[in-house]
């Protein structure tokens, strides 16, 4: 079973508006981590936002936020003021701690893009 | 601010080779993992390793695969005898083991295998 799901392959936003791209999650795990990344075309991976299960307020960092639903389990990305530069693959990422394991679970990614 | 390296950026090699992956990792960090990216596919996660031994692995990581730590700063990933499907970006990451354990990755060696 898919433990992320990321349904959208490809998102188009215009510049300076904002975008929520979707990502859903599957655990039984009660504490959990989700984050976000960032791969532009050059391929690295950029750490962006970080939300905890147990965290009582959604996560903001500068121009992104999470609008964390625990009862939906999603943790969609919020980017205000899309920028030309946000043109990149967006991935989402889980880890369950409970279970001592450290691998993140990643998502299929969504593909965004800022037109001018 | 302190940054994951990884060496080489792109390696073409040929089927049935050895191949070694380098990687530098934050500095203070405890945690080292290796996750691979096929072209147009989902991050997938290898191995993870601490304490200068595995932590965890995954089903892709089978006997062809090996890592270390030679040193105090570096961290490798072996592929003994590779194949067309070993064809990926491999990323190396680094975490800290404390609070959010955030696990910040390096730049990536795409490795061809021909």
């Known amino acids: 079973a898919q433990k992320i799901t990321q349904t959208q392959p490809g998102m188009f936003v215009q510049e300076k508006e904002a975008v929520t791209l979707d990502c859903t999650y599957d655990t039984s795990d009660p504490s959990y981590g989700l984050f976000w990344y960032k791969q532009p075309s050059s391929g690295e991976m950029i750490f962006l936002i970080y939300q905890g299960s147990y965290d009582q307020q959604n996560a903001t960092e500068g121009r992104y936020s999470l609008n964390f639903q625990k009862a939906r389990k999603s943790a969609n990305l919020v980017i205000s003021a899309s920028q030309l530069g946000d043109s990149a693959m967006y991935f989402c990422?889980?880890?369950?701690?409970?279970?001592?394991?450290?691998?993140?679970?990643f998502g299929s990614g969504t593909r965004l893009q800022v037109q001018p | 601010e302190p940054e994951v390296t990884q060496t080489p950026s792109h390696q073409v090699t040929q089927m049935g080779q050895e191949v070694i992956l380098r990687c530098v990792p934050i500095?203070?960090?405890?945690?080292f993992y290796w996750y691979r990216q096929i072209l147009g596919q989902k991050v997938e996660f290898l191995v993870s390793f601490y304490n200068n031994e595995i932590s965890e692995k995954s089903e892709i990581f089978d006997d062809q695969f090996s890592v270390e730590r030679p040193d105090g700063s570096n961290f490798t990933l072996k592929i003994r005898s590779t194949k067309l499907e070993d064809s990926a970006m491999y990323f190396c990451?680094?975490?800290?083991?404390?609070?959010?354990?955030?696990?910040?990755f390096g730049p990536g060696t795409r490795l061809t295998v021909l």
């Open positions: 990422a889980m880890r369950e701690y409970d279970t001592g394991r450290r691998a993140l679970t």
């Open positions: 990451a680094s975490s800290g083991g404390e609070g959010t354990d955030t696990q910040y």
């Open positions: 500095s203070n960090h405890l945690y």
